[in-house]
Structure formats: structure tokens, C-alpha cells
């Protein structure tokens, strides 16, 4: 694989990201919260004690936003911005060169974005000849297969039928706040300084093998950024993967651990968790992609997606590809480290 590792953040990624947190500020940290509280750490305070420097950052960039009220659109529902996020990102020279490039080429573009997402969470991908969707029954018909609720389908439609008009302004939201998100890297400027040289030595020495093998399952050239707007996230599109600046203060990060009872307790809730227990005993079966798993056990997608990451960090699922689609299969042999551990505790 070749991976272009970055040792600065990517000015649009974080941008997008900033923009998008500042319109849900108190959701996002919330959600932030509760997504750490279940993976078994105590959320808020872990937050406190290690994430101070992203409300830093937020209040910094809000100080210098210009915002209008179209912004609204683009920075309100994380489905629609997720979509959005990939499809800039894949294709950033847009920012200055967007008047050169032709409706069908975004329309293109935007319809790639959502047959990957399809691909993710169905077991086959939509046709290529959906690249040639136009008319509104055709956009209606594509729409149909997608995996988003309604009110996000109604978006990408308007989107789908005037992709030149709605990225125009999406581009225009982002190039008039990157000052801002300029500004907001002065704040941070220090651990900043600390943090990046930190997490590109940690890939240099495959610190998080499952992160860079799901890298290596989409693209054989790939530039991967440092991002801090996603702390201890991981995302991973065609061309373009962000790893989050403090995920190794997760209990586990790759094959280290951080704090081994944190890890013990994670994976403990995670057993706790019907859903995840019977996730875990189909895998016992077989390897199954993440709709194969979601029909099984009567769940939606996205709820066995969530759950899955869960498992991941957990360390007690692993990934495969198999004609182009993401597998899940157990990790016996960290299941069989969980019992050991257990066993030297309380036996």
C-alpha cells in the first residue's frame, strides 16, 4: 500500500468538520459523551480531562465564522453532511476550480459517494449504470435503494437535480471560513505541535493495524491527515483517510492498550449487550457483511453498524474483504485472551 502520510491537518476536512460542529455544538459533545460511556469509560470525564483543547478550537473558529442562513442546508444533519464531507474531500480542487467542472461530472461524483455508501451495508453494489441517472424518475428509482431515511433522500435529490447550484454554495460556505479555521489552528498551535509528529510516528509503526488494513481494503494510494475536529475518530474514503489525533487514548489503539482494566471493562459492556452478544455468536457460524447481520437479527444497518464499532474497538471482531465487500469475523484468539484475563482476575 501507499500511504502519503500528512503531518498537518487537511484545511477543508476540518473546516467541513468545524462548521458542521458549531451548527450542533451541545449534540455533538453529548454525543461525544455517550459514545465513549459505551465503550465503558466514563465519558465526561475523560472529556474533561482530554478533549478541553476541541472546545478551544470550536469557540476559537466560531469567533472569526461567517455564517449565512443557506449554511443551514449543508450543516444540520450528520447523514447529509457525512455524504457531503466524502464527496469534497474526493474532490477538493472544487474549492477553486468548481466553474470548470461540468454538472454531469458532479452529479457523477455525488452518485459514486452514494453507491459506496450503498456497497458498504448491502451485499451487492449498485450498477455503474446508475452513473448515468438524470431525469427525476431515474433519481427517484436511485434514491429508493439507498440506505437514508426519508428527509435525507428529499436533500439529495434537490441535490441530485442541481448539483452545480447546491456545491456552489457548499463551496462558497467553506472557502469564506477557512480564515476562521486558520485563526482557530493559532489557539492550538502548541499541542498541535506535540500531537501530529505523535500520531504520524505511531503509523510509521503500524500503531493501529485494523485501522490501516480497512485503509488498505479501499485504495492501494492513499493520503492520510491527522484531524483534531474528529479527536478519536477514523474515517476512510477512496483517496483521502483522517485518523484522529487523540484515538490513542482510547483503552485500545492498535495493538496497545492503554489502560488494560478500561479495556477488560469495555469489552465486559460490550458482552453485556444482547444485540453484540448475538452478533458475536452469528460470527461464531461465519463471516457475514453488515446487512447479512442486520437480517438476521431483525436490526437496521445502521444500528449493526454502530454496534460493530463498538465490537471493533473492542478487539473482539476483525475485518476481510470478499468480492469488494467488508466481512466481519471473530477475533478467537482475543476472545480467548479475554477469558485467560478474567480468569487471573477473579479465579
Not at 77 to 95: P, R
Request: net charge negative; with cysteine.
Amino acid at each position: 500500500m501507499n500511504l502519503d502520510i500528512r503531518e498537518q491537518l487537511d484545511p477543508l476536512f476540518e473546516t467541513m468538520g468545524l462548521l458542521y460542529v458549531s451548527s450542533n455544538r451541545e449534540q455533538h459533545k453529548e454525543q461525544t459523551i455517550m459514545e465513549l460511556d459505551k465503550l465503558g469509560i466514563d465519558g465526561e470525564a475523560f472529556y474533561n480531562k482530554n478533549l478541553k483543547i476541541i472546545d478551544k478550537y470550536i469557540q476559537a473558529f466560531q469567533k472569526h465564522q461567517i455564517t449565512e442562513d443557506s449554511d443551514r442546508l449543508f450543516f444540520t444533519d450528520e447523514t447529509y453532511f457525512s455524504v457531503l464531507l466524502a464527496l469534497l474531500c474526493e474532490n477538493a480542487n472544487w474549492l477553486t476550480e468548481l466553474e470548470k467542472v461540468s454538472e454531469d461530472r458532479i452529479r457523477e461524483a455525488l452518485l459514486q459517494v452514494l453507491i459506496s455508501e450503498h456497497s458498504e451495508q448491502h451485499s451487492s453494489a449498485i450498477e455503474d449504470t446508475h452513473l448515468n441517472v438524470r431525469s427525476l424518475d431515474e433519481i427517484i428509482s436511485f434514491l429508493e435503494e439507498c440506505p437514508f431515511e426519508e428527509g435525507v433522500k428529499w436533500k439529495l435529490m434537490s441535490l441530485l437535480q442541481q448539483p452545480r447550484k447546491h456545491m456552489l454554495a457548499l463551496v462558497s460556505a467553506v472557502s469564506r471560513n477557512l480564515p476562521a479555521f486558520e485563526q482557530a489552528c493559532k489557539e492550538v498551535e502548541k499541542p498541535l505541535g506535540r500531537l501530529i509528529p505523535k500520531l504520524v510516528q505511531s503509523i510509521h509503526k503500524n500503531g493501529d493495524e485494523g485501522f490501516l488494513k480497512l485503509v488498505e481494503f479501499f485504495s492501494q494510494s492513499s493520503t492520510l491527515h491527522p484531524a483534531l475536529i474528529m479527536p478519536l475518530g477514523q474515517a476512510v474514503y477512496v483517496s483521502q483517510c483522517y485518523c484522529g489525533l487523540y484515538v490513542d487514548l482510547l483503552p485500545i489503539s492498535g495493538n496497545h492498550i492503554a489502560d488494560p482494566k478500561e479495556y477488560l471493562l469495555m469489552r465486559l459492556k460490550a458482552l453485556a449487550d444482547n444485540s453484540k452478544l448475538q452478533i458475536l455468536s452469528s460470527l461464531k457460524a461465519s463471516p457475514k457483511y453488515n446487512l447479512e447481520i442486520a437480517e438476521q437479527l431483525g436490526l437496521s444497518a445502521a444500528t449493526v453498524s454502530h454496534h460493530m464499532n463498538v465490537l471493533l474497538a473492542s478487539g473482539m471482531v476483525g475485518i476481510d474483504k470478499k468480492n469488494s465487500k467488508v466481512h466481519y469475523h471473530l477475533e478467537t484468539d482475543n476472545i480467548r485472551l479475554l477469558i485467560d484475563e478474567l480468569e487471573r482476575y477473579l479465579l
